[in-house]
C-alpha cells in the first residue's frame, strides 16, 4: 500500500466516524487527521529491482547485483530487501533482470 493509498482509506474511514451513529469513536478523528498529515508529508519511497551483472573485471568472481534505481552494486549474498545506498524498496521485485 502506498501512502497516497493508506490517506485515501484513512479519509473515508474519518467521514464515516464523523457519522452520527458513530459518535462513540469521535474521539479518534484527531489521531487519523495527525495520520494522514504523516502519511502526506513523507516521499513515497522508491521502487527498484536488482540487476543481475557479470563481472568485467579478472579479480571478480561470480555475479554481483546493480540497483535500478542508483546503479551501485551488491554482491550476491546481500540481495537485500532494500538498496542500502538509496533506500529503494526491492521487496516483490524480479531479481535477474
Sequence with gaps: MTNREA???????????GKAEHSDLWHYEQ?????????ES???RKKGYWIKKEPTIKELHGCYYECSKCHKFSLPFQ?????P???ADMRGTECDK
Design 7 to 17: 490517506v485515501i482509506w484513512l479519509i473515508n474511514v474519518t467521514a464515516d466516524i
Design 31 to 39: 489521531a487519523l487527521s495527525e495520520i494522514k498529515e504523516m502519511l
Design 42 to 44: 513523507q516521499p513515497e
Design 79 to 83: 540481495k537485500l530487501n532494500f538498496c
Design 85 to 87: 545506498n538509496c533506500g
